[in-house]
C-alpha cells in the first residue's frame, strides 16, 4: 500500500461502457508537505493485444475500425488500423485474446507468446494492456472474422506486407500505439 497518498473522496461521474471516477486524494510531495489533487480515472477493464505473424510470407494480421475518439479528434475518417485487441471479460488474458482473435480476424491460433505488459495512458486510465505475438498460417483460418454484430463490431480484416506496416507508420497510416509497439517488437527482435 502506497503510504504517500490518501483517498479523500471518490465520485462516479459516469457509469456506462466504463467507470469515470474523479478521485478526491492528498498526495505527499517530496519536500514533505501534504498536497490535495483532484484526478479522473476512466476504467473499463484490463484488455490484450496480439499481433499475428507469418515467417515465410512475411505478413501480418491487422484490422481496420472506425474509432469514436480518433473521429472527434480530428482524424478525417476514425478509421484506424490496429492488431487484434479486446477486454479480458474476466478471462485470463491468453484466453480473452485466442477468442478475441477468432472472433476479430477469424483465425483459430493456438501457438501464443507473451511480451509484456503496460499502461497505455496512465494519466486517466486504469487499464493494463497484455501483449502477445502468434504466429499464423493460411491453414488457421477458420472464417472471416471482422467482430461480432451482438458487439456493434464492424472489423475489415487486413493482411499486410510487414515492411510495408513499417511505412504505414512513418506515413501517419498506422497512428494505434499498442500496434506500433508489436511492430517495432517485431522488428527488434528480428521475427520478420
Not at 37 to 54: F, M
Not at 102 to 120: D, L, N, P, S
Not at 138 to 162: R, S, T, Y
Amino acid at each position: 500500500m502506497n503510504t504517500s497518498v490518501k483517498i479523500i473522496r471518490t465520485e462516479i461521474l459516469s457509469n456506462s461502457w466504463g467507470t469515470l471516477k474523479k478521485i478526491t486524494f492528498e498526495a505527499l510531495q517530496r519536500d514533505g508537505s501534504w498536497q490535495i489533487q483532484t484526478r479522473e480515472a476512466y476504467d473499463r477493464g484490463n484488455g490484450a493485444v496480439i499481433l499475428l505473424y507469418n515467417k515465410r510470407q512475411r505478413t501480418v494480421i491487422l484490422t481496420r475500425q472506425f474509432r469514436m475518439p480518433a473521429y472527434i479528434n480530428n482524424d478525417n475518417t476514425g478509421m484506424l488500423i490496429e492488431a487484434c485487441a479486446g477486454l479480458l471479460d474476466n478471462e485470463a488474458p491468453e484466453d480473452a485474446i485466442i477468442r478475441e482473435t477468432q472472433e476479430e480476424t477469424g483465425y483459430r491460433i493456438t501457438g501464443i507468446e507473451k511480451v509484456f505488459e503496460a499502461y497505455m495512458s496512465p494519466g486517466s486510465a486504469t487499464e493494463v494492456l497484455h501483449f502477445f505475438i502468434g504466429e499464423y498460417s493460411n491453414e488457421m483460418k477458420i472464417n472471416e472474422g471482422g467482430g461480432l454484430a451482438h458487439e456493434h463490431e464492424d472489423i475489415e480484416v487486413l493482411e499486410l506486407n510487414f515492411n510495408a506496416t513499417l511505412n504505414m507508420i512513418e506515413t501517419g497510416e498506422i497512428k494505434d500505439a499498442k500496434t506500433i509497439i508489436l511492430l517495432q517488437y517485431l522488428r527488434l527482435k528480428n521475427i520478420l
